[in-house]
């Protein structure tokens, strides 16, 4: 989306969920379910003091109430590449800032710092604008209109509001109500859902190009982590190779979408080809992306991959990562500052810092280079040391406050510690995975439909976000986690809850196939089953050390890293069979049969050979 000068276009549009009684010419949208108003939030400190933008709070939603006045709200982002020209629209013509000052509460919001709010109110696109009721209903959104047109709709707007205020309340209220329709699922068994999903994507895959679309292009991290993975997986395929898929669209983003001088992927594309980029660069995309190539370069074999990946990795160390604090910082928006070169968000948030926490650990897994592994680490125990609480979560970013929680700030480092355990053996990250488990189980659970809430509030949320919803991203990643602890734990109880907490999804199969990947990687995790890498002896001989490296990079998608030291898993140890031997020895098991032990100083090759034999003779039942 495009913001112009004050004399060129605005965008703003009005969705029909139906005519209002009192606004015969505007409809309304059906209503997004508002947000929990908590109280920390940055106001608008770039907009003319002409309009005065206030926080997004239970205090400015009162206001609206008491003055009888609609809300202006603006989402955006430091990182906006239309941030500013929007601001400028808005307050260069004084009866435009006018009517939005005395008709309007004017609420600003953070995208990346109040992400249930964006979930619920914005779009792809920043900046968002939307007007809502005191009730935090929907009116209306954004998209194309002249200056004049805005004046008058926001004119329009305001004065019927004051009329019909009863009328339109009731009648937002009612289109925002979801339906109890109560349908049974649909029932796909869990198997299915790789092959469903594949099968949708190619249909709508841009072969010449890589990715979904003939206008925009978005990069989608979840759906390339989807394609590479079963590209290791003819079971699901159904005639349709997931690998020229994947290297269209890999390629086409390194030679589009990627900043060859400086390193790192923009946000997306304006062009179908790649080619014309919007330049702001955002952590929590490139950490998806950077794991994305070292993982195609491990299933392809490609070296460009791996270029690319190593590029990306030296582009978040140089220009992303805070020495000081060990993580990293949020965004690069591709708008020069005077005097301090690019304008940058350096707020450390809990969810993108997961993200590269996870890359970095798979660029270790695909290189074998320990410094990936630091730097993973490090971004890891900033979260532990700094946003952690063992009884609450994680906070989003320091100063943000308790009363609101996000699934995704939880589940990425969860999943991360889990990694990390299997690359280091340390029990301080198989805790803190094993903890924050519990903290989703009790705080973001639903125990009637499965699956878990993107949000937590610690008391009653403003208006409509008492509806709460399951995101598909970070539920994936919740059942990611729950089938890594099964392993590392050896509890069946987080197998089966990684299976079950994708139960609300199966319906989405039907419907949105396309746009179930993450879902269906989840499921191709849970029905492949691993080859359990069992690292056992004690933890402080060399040698253990030794087998944890080679087992952690060893090359096979599916396998997971259990660490065994005789001196704290003596039970773990006992119910395997493996007995309290001191001498490390590495035993690898598939689901029905565990191959010859591996000492340190052996190579690796007799259970590559194995494997490769195993999982051929999988396939060839499969196909029988």
């Known amino acids: 989306m495009k913001y112009m000068s004050a004399k060129g276009v605005y965008f703003f549009l009005f969705i029909a969920a139906g005519l209002l009684a009192a606004c015969a010419h505007h409809m309304a949208m059906p209503a997004r379910p508002p947000v ?28 609206a109430r008491a003055e009888n006045k609609l809300v202006f709200l603006e989402i955006s982002a430091k990182w906006s590449a239309w941030h500013g020209q929007l601001d400028e629209s ?3 013509d004084p009866a435009a800032a006018e009517i939005i000052e005395k008709n309007y509460v004017p609420v600003y919001v953070d995208a990346d710092r109040r992400p249930d709010i964006y ?3 914005g779009r792809r696109d920043l900046p968002s604008l939307s007007v809502l009721n005191p009730d935090g209903y929907v009116l209306a959104v954004a998209s194309a209109m002249t200056e ?25 209220k009612s289109s925002s109500r979801t339906p109890d329709t109560k349908k049974p699922l649909t029932p796909y068994p869990v198997s299915k859902l790789p092959s469903i999903s594949l099968s949708a994507i190619a249909g709508e895959w841009d072969n010449s190009h890589g990715g979904i679309g003939n206008g925009k292009k978005f990069p989608m991290p979840e759906m390339l982590d989807f394609l590479i993975y079963v590209s290791a997986h003819p079971e699901f395929w159904k005639g349709t190779d997931p690998a020229p898929l994947a290297k269209a669209a890999l390629n086409g983003m390194a030679a589009g979408l990627y900043d060859g001088a400086e390193g790192g992927f923009y946000r997306y594309s304006d062009t179908p080809d790649w080619k014309s980029p919007h330049k702001e660069k955002l952590l929590g995309l490139n950490a998806g992306l950077m794991a994305v190539y070292f993982a195609a370069y491990e299933q392809y074999k490609d070296r460009k991959y791996l270029e690319t990946g190593k590029s990306c990795a030296r582009f ?6 805070d020495r000081k604090a060990g993580a990293f910082m949020n965004s690069m928006s591709g708008k020069p500052v005077a005097g301090s070169g690019i304008e940058m968000d350096r707020t450390i948030f809990a969810d993108a810092n997961g993200k590269a926490a996870l890359a970095f650990l798979e660029a270790y897994r695909a290189t074998g280079r320990k410094e990936y592994l630091k730097t993973a680490l490090g971004a890891l125990d900033y979260i532990i040391n700094n946003l952690y609480n063992n009884k609450t979560g994680i906070l989003h970013c320091k100063g943000a406050e308790g009363n609101m929680l996000a699934l995704s700030d939880q589940v990425m480092p969860g999943l991360a510690a889990a990694r990390a355990y299997e690359a280091t053996a340390d029990k301080k990250y198989l805790d803190f995975a094993v903890n924050i488990a519990g903290i989703c189980d009790r705080k973001f659970y639903d125990p009637k439909g499965f699956g878990f809430y993107g949000f937590w509030y610690a008391s009653r949320p403003i208006g409509l976000l008492k509806d709460k919803k399951k995101p598909q991203d970070e539920n994936a990643g919740m059942s990611e986690l729950l089938l890594a602890l099964h392993y590392l734990t050896g509890r069946d109880g987080y197998g089966r809850q990684a299976r079950a907490t994708l139960v609300p999804f199966i319906p989405a199969f039907r419907k949105y196939p396309v746009w179930s990947a993450p879902a269906a990687l989840a ?4 029905c492949s089953r691993a080859y359990e890498f069992f690292v056992t002896g004690a933890a402080s001989d060399p040698g253990f050390s ?5 087992s952690y990079t060893f090359k096979c998608p599916d396998r997971v890293v259990v660490p065994l030291d005789m001196t704290v898993d003596r039970k773990r140890l006992d119910h395997l069979g493996y007995g309290h031997n001191k001498t490390p020895i590495l035993y690898v098991c598939s689901e029905t049969a565990c191959f010859p032990p591996v000492r340190p100083g052996e190579s690796m090759e007799k259970v590559r050979a194995m494997l490769e034999k195993s999982r051929e003779a999988k396939q060839e039942e499969h196909g029988k």
């Open 36 to 63: 929990r108003q908590a109280t920390a939030f940055t106001a608008h400190v770039k907009a003319s003091p002409d309009i005065n933008w206030v926080q997004w709070s239970d205090s400015a939603f009162a206001r």
């Open 90 to 92: 808005l307050t260069s």
């Open 119 to 121: 979930a619920r109110y």
């Open 148 to 172: 004049p047109e805005l004046k008058n709709l926001l004119g329009t707007l305001a004065r019927n509001y004051a009329k019909n205020k009863t009328v339109i309340d009731e009648a937002l």
């Open 316 to 321: 978040l160390s140089e220009h992303l990562l």
């Open 523 to 526: 499921a191709a995790k849970i």
């Open 546 to 550: 030794e087998l944890l490296g080679k």
